[in-house]
């Protein structure tokens, strides 16, 4: 059975900074997509980073390049979301997500068959 389980949101001020945890397990971490997805109440979910575990490109959306990086610990069987200078339009619910296939391009919900059940960041002003 796989399981994603997210940590680490919380509240923050503006530029400060938040690192999100998904630990896994159950899935064979040597060749899935791992991905972050954000939504904000009454808006589409959005795509923000994801990268193939069997190597290759890592993805990140316009509105988050050079801010955060995605990146996991083998070891621990965790990807981590490091958020830095964080703005008030990254307030989300924020969702771990994988795919037992390569990355696609672009980043879509459906192509992810398992979801951890989210962690909220909100980001002041």
């Known amino acids: 059975q796989v399981q994603l389980v997210e940590s680490g949101g919380g509240s923050v001020q503006a530029g400060g900074s938040l690192t999100l945890s998904c630990a896994t397990s159950?899935?064979?971490?040597?060749?899935?997509?791992m991905g972050w997805f954000r939504q904000a109440p009454g808006k589409e979910s959005e795509g923000v980073a994801h990268?193939?575990?069997?190597?290759?490109?890592?993805y990140y959306a316009d509105s988050v390049k050079g801010r955060f990086a995605i990146s996991q610990d083998n070891a621990k069987n965790t990807v981590y979301l490091q958020m830095n200078m964080l703005k008030p339009e990254d307030t989300a619910m924020y969702h771990c997500?994988?795919?037992?296939?390569?990355?696609?391009?672009?980043?879509?919900?459906?192509?992810?068959?398992?979801w951890g059940q989210g962690t909220q960041v909100t980001v002041s002003s």
């Open positions: 997500a994988a795919a037992r296939w390569a990355c696609r391009f672009p980043m879509r919900t459906v192509d992810f068959g398992y």
């Open positions: 159950g899935l064979t971490r040597s060749s899935v997509c």
């Open positions: 990268f193939y575990t069997g190597g290759g490109t890592t």
